[in-house]
């Protein structure tokens, strides 16, 4: 805990400002991930008032990909629904770590907030609440902005993908990657991290190996590289409990 | 271009009933049962975890333009501590890894 973690949490015009601003540049890493799920929805028949609804409503992209990857006419909600209830699963582990923020507002400040809840406008948060922001409104701010941005991208997607549907190869997509990349690169806080990261990557290489097209590598990759750094900050504890 | 079908809306709709769930539910199952220590310090490690299953299965699951695009992101991006240019870097990347194949 940082010594401002005790000041009182606001919920700020200026802090919703801040927080759209500094999601500009994830938005380039937006920006082909948004252009697929216009292009994939175009692809399986659904008009674009209903692709627009899709990504204003479930924001949720690599769920809306996987699920219209395997679309119905007339659409399936069992299996959409449970589709997307195991690749978005990750969402799960990631509310837990916005408390800081969302324990000191209440009301559609909290509940309304948190739906804008993805990897990026997270990453960002987490990196502000471990800076001393005590604004809440930040995380709005990022939140309405990449909403925007994906409705936008997913509508210029789905008109793309009426004219030339690019190839799923191409190198274009691989800015979503890079996004998520950078994102992990500043996480990295030092040598503890060594274990638990190898962990969750032999994990989640497994797993997805296993069950391809779903979250379950994410989920399971998160939960035990959380898992090895338990057992390594326990045992780093118990050395100093008796070094002592 | 503008038709709504009532049982895509449907589905849609239950699509994103189920996502918000995931996203409040997390959050409000740990405020409601407060997670021992242990968990605590385990969630602390959960989010380099996290990004690290995104990125890594899909890397590898690609070819040799993902593993060379990826490189130079992740050098691009310790050296400049910044999101947009290793964006830059590792798609123009793949680009030419693309073109040169």
Redesign the interface.
């Known amino acids: 805990m940082t010594p401002s973690a005790e000041a009182p949490v606001t919920f700020t015009a200026a802090g919703f400002r801040l927080g759209a601003q500094r999601c500009v540049?994830?938005l380039?890493?937006l920006f082909p991930f948004g252009l697929v799920a216009g292009v994939t929805a175009q692809a399986h028949g659904?008009?674009?008032?209903?692709a627009s609804?899709?990504s204003g409503?479930?924001?949720?992209g690599s769920?809306?990909i996987v699920?219209l990857g395997a679309w119905t006419v007339?659409?399936?909600?069992a299996a959409?629904?449970l589709t997307?209830?195991i690749v978005?699963?990750?969402?799960?582990?990631?509310?837990?770590?916005?408390?800081p923020w969302?324990?000191n507002v209440h009301g559609w400040r909290r509940?309304f907030t948190?739906?804008f809840?993805v990897?990026h406008t997270?990453?960002l948060a987490?990196k502000e609440i471990e800076h001393g922001n005590r604004d809440a409104a930040f995380f709005l701010g990022a939140g309405v902005l990449t909403w925007l941005v994906w409705v936008v991208t997913t509508i210029a997607g789905f008109l793309l993908g009426e004219i030339v549907a690019p190839a799923a190869?191409?190198?274009?997509f691989?800015?979503a990657?890079?996004?998520?990349?950078?994102?992990?690169?500043?996480?990295?806080?030092g040598k503890q991290?060594l274990i638990?990261?190898a962990?969750?990557?032999i994990?989640?290489?497994a797993v997805?190996r296993e069950l391809p097209g779903t979250s379950w590598?994410?989920v399971?990759?998160?939960?035990?590289?959380?898992?090895?750094?338990?057992l390594r900050?326990?045992r780093a504890r118990k050395s100093t409990e008796r070094a002592q | 271009m503008t038709t709504l079908h009532l049982w895509t809306v449907l589905t849609i709709v239950s699509m994103a009933a189920v996502t918000y769930l995931l996203r409040a539910g997390g959050y409000w199952l740990f405020r409601t049962f407060k997670p021992s220590p242990g968990l605590q310090s385990m969630l602390t490690y959960v989010p380099g975890a996290l990004f690290v299953s995104f990125v890594v299965p899909s890397v590898v699951a690609g070819g040799v333009k993902e593993w060379i695009a990826a490189a130079v992101t992740v050098v691009v991006a310790v050296m400049t501590r910044s999101i947009v240019w290793p964006i830059f870097a590792g798609t123009a990347t793949a680009w030419v890894v693309w073109m040169l194949a």
């Open positions: 540049p994830m380039i890493g659904l008009s674009l008032a209903e609804l899709m409503l479930v924001f949720a769920s809306q699920t007339p659409a399936s909600i959409a629904t997307c209830f978005n699963l990750r969402f799960m582990l990631m509310g837990p770590l916005l408390a969302f324990d509940w948190i739906g809840l990897e997270w990453a987490l190869g191409h190198p274009l691989f800015a990657l890079a996004c998520f990349i950078a994102m992990l690169v500043p996480m990295w806080r991290d638990p990261w962990v969750a990557a994990v989640a290489i997805s590598h994410i399971a990759g998160a939960i035990a590289g959380g898992f090895a750094g338990y900050d326990r």
